[in-house]
């Protein structure tokens, strides 16, 4: 068998992490594992770990490192024979440090967008909370306006979102995100990206990945979980 790739995604709240994702998943054919759609599905099936962490995203705070950790792990473990791109996951030292001990990644895909535009972004992001499918009403709107395509249900703006509490968010980012950022970058492995537009982007982004997949890793056995 030809070796698996594995890839990581980081960026703060509103870069593209998600919308990026989804174009690598369904080009290349990884399988996109989101940290924060794991959690809520956790959240929603009432997991130990899921009633633990909903305690802290209520108040806007990141899921301390032990019961990420015990989350996401055992789940990567589960998927030995797939290729994966993990979105939100590494967020700290100690949750790269772990997922180090596990496996070797590849390419970690870091994206770097000016704060004006992420708070813009996010002024304008709707959500869809049982999923986590999200809109933005100008760059890919829902075809009926405040409602799911797929279910039909009913969008919300997450709490967080707000431009008074995405300035703190940030700042947090930076801080913790830096150590991570200067371990992958100390292992060759970083590719940074910056620009306003996902669109400018994402070209690069296919560029570099299509050089480093493996051929015959982009099959339907690796499709995207979503
Ligand atoms: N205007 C604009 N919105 C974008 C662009 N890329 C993503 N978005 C939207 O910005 C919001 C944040 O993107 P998302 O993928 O959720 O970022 P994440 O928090 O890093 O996962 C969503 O509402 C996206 O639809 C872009 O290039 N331009
Ligand atoms: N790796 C992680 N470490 C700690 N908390 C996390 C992690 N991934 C997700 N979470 C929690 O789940 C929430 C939702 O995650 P996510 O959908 O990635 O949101 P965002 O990128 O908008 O912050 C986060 O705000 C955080 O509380």
């Not at 080009?27 to 989101?34: A, D, E, N, V, Y």
């Not at 108040?59 to 994966?84: A, F, I, Q």
């Not at 590494?90 to 708070?119: F, G, M, Y």
């Not at 919300?156 to 970058?185: F, S």
Request: hydrophobic share 35%.
């Amino acid at each position: 068998m030809s070796k698996l790739f594995r890839a990581v995604i980081m960026g703060p709240p509103g870069s593209g992490k998600g919308t990026i994702s989804e174009r690598i998943a369904h080009s290349f054919g990884l399988k996109h594992i989101s940290s924060g759609d794991f959690v809520r599905e956790n959240i929603s099936a009432n997991t130990e770990a899921g009633v633990l962490a909903k305690t802290y995203i209520k108040k806007g705070l990141l899921v301390p490192d032990h019961v990420m950790t015990r989350l996401l792990l055992p789940r990567l473990e589960e998927m030995t024979k797939y290729s994966w791109l993990l979105d939100g996951f590494p967020r700290t030292l100690a949750q790269a440090d772990a997922l180090n001990s596990i496996c070797d990644l590849d390419v970690v895909i870091n994206l770097n967008i000016p704060l004006e535009t992420l708070k813009e972004r996010l002024r304008h992001r709707w959500t869809h909370p049982s999923s986590g499918r999200v809109y933005n009403m100008y760059f890919n709107p829902p075809r009926i306006q405040g409602l799911d395509d797929i279910t039909g249900e009913q969008l919300i703006q997450q709490e967080d979102d707000r431009p008074e509490a995405l300035v703190a968010r940030l700042r947090h980012y930076k801080d913790i995100a830096k150590p991570v950022i200067d371990l992958y970058k100390a292992k060759s492995i970083l590719y940074t990206f910056s620009d306003t537009e996902t669109d400018r982007i994402w070209p690069n982004i296919s560029t570099l990945l299509s050089t480093k997949i493996p051929i015959g890793q982009s099959d339907a056995r690796c499709a995207s979980t979503h």
